[in-house]
């Protein structure tokens, strides 16, 4: 039977970039004939300026039905005016994750041997360097009620939002993670701030107490400020890493530049079946859309997690793999990865050169 992809390009740089992963998941489609189907549809910016809604009805039974979603960013400063549940962040990707449940969100760090010279961290620090962000992605501070802006009594404005994770929150994020650390290192850091908030103390001891299921996984426990700090200063020594959505968000951009570039590192967010969307981890870039400049490497990369994780393809998701590696070999580079002697490339001469090498 023939599996559904949905393809939501949404705004910004979103177009470009997924029109290369779409290039790369088409060649693959026939390659090994999987028998996917792409529909595309509108979400975020482009879809209030067709529908007025961030999420029309249409793409949200698309959604629903689809085997797999693959995303590229939405947000952009025309749409930063509406009102904050109007906007594509809130009222389109935000509503997406929730709807469909989508809570595990894993990004992978990895810094490719080629781009050591790119990261912002001397090559001995990064060299090897595979982290694994699990980054809870439907509750938190992002989805906490009660949330706005209200007037005090002395006429002063004062903005709130609510901290909260239940239990079986915490529980199935962490099991998640404790599962995928099974799988590599066997080495599990739980991220909180549980010095200071009861949210997190709540988060530290339900992770601990699970910790009995797991006695082959190595538990550590760091409050959120020192992740940051061990991040920049001595990143080889995660294995995966596990926390809230607020942390998750700040903390994967942090390790993204380890890896060279915020368009190096791709995403998966899975509900409770494996049923996922992914998108690269970066934004919509509305300083450099349209201008053929974003790396789409980041989405196409993506569309491996897509292939491995939801459809179980592990060929085709392996081949592009190699093809990123073969491409890097190459010296060919998009802007934000470029260093001296290699080639500059636009985002269709990249989608272009990862095509290639998936044809040899
Ligand atoms: C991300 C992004 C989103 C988030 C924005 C666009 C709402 O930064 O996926 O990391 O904060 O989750
Ligand atoms: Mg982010």
């Known amino acids: 039977m023939s599996k559904k992809i949905l393809v939501l390009p949404g705004d910004g740089i979103g177009t470009e970039i997924m029109a290369e992963a779409s290039k790369v998941l088409r060649f693959l489609n026939n390659k090994f004939s999987l028998g996917l189907e792409l529909e595309e549809a509108l979400l975020g910016g482009a879809a209030i300026d067709a529908v007025g809604n961030a999420l029309p009805d249409n793409t949200f039974a698309l959604a629903k039905e689809a085997d797999a979603i693959l995303l590229g960013a939405v947000g952009g400063p025309k749409w930063d005016k509406l009102p904050p549940a109007d906007r594509p962040e809130k009222g389109g990707l935000l509503r997406l994750r929730s709807e469909l449940q989508l809570f595990g969100n894993l990004r992978p760090a990895i810094l490719y041997p080629q781009l050591a010279g790119a990261s912002s961290l001397k090559p001995e620090v990064v060299s090897g360097l595979d982290i694994l962000i699990v ?85 550590s426990h760091m409050y959120v400020d020192n992740a940051a700090m061990q991040l920049v200063r001595a990143p080889k020594q995660f294995d995966v890493m596990v926390t809230g959505n607020m942390f998750g968000d700040i903390l994967s951009d942090a390790a993204a530049m380890l890896t060279g570039s915020i368009g190096m590192l791709p995403s998966a967010s899975l509900d409770a079946n494996n049923r996922g969307m992914y998108e690269p981890c970066h934004g919509s870039a509305p300083d450099i859309a349209g201008q053929n400049k974003a790396n789409p490497l980041a989405t196409i990369m993506s569309v491996a997690m ?55």
């Not at 290699?342 to 001469?349: E, F, H, R």
């Open 135 to 219: 980054r809870e992605l439907t509750g938190g501070i992002y989805f906490g009620e009660p949330r706005g802006i209200r007037e005090l009594d002395n006429g002063e404005r004062q903005g709130f939002n609510t901290y909260v994770y239940s239990e079986s929150e915490i529980r199935r994020i962490a099991r998640l993670a404790f599962e995928l650390a099974m799988k590599r290192d066997r080495r599990l850091c739980s991220v909180d701030k549980a010095n200071v908030l009861e949210v997190t103390m709540l988060w530290r001891e339900v992770v601990q107490d699970m910790a009995s299921d797991y006695p082959d996984v190595e538990l």
């Open 306 to 360: 897509m292939l491995r994780y939801s459809l179980g393809l592990e060929e085709p998701a392996a081949a592009i793999d190699r093809a990123v590696s073969s491409v890097l070999d190459q010296g060919i580079r998009t802007g934000d990865i470029f260093s001296d002697g290699c080639t500059l490339v636009g985002t269709d001469g990249m989608g272009d050169a990862v095509v290639a090498a998936l044809a040899e």
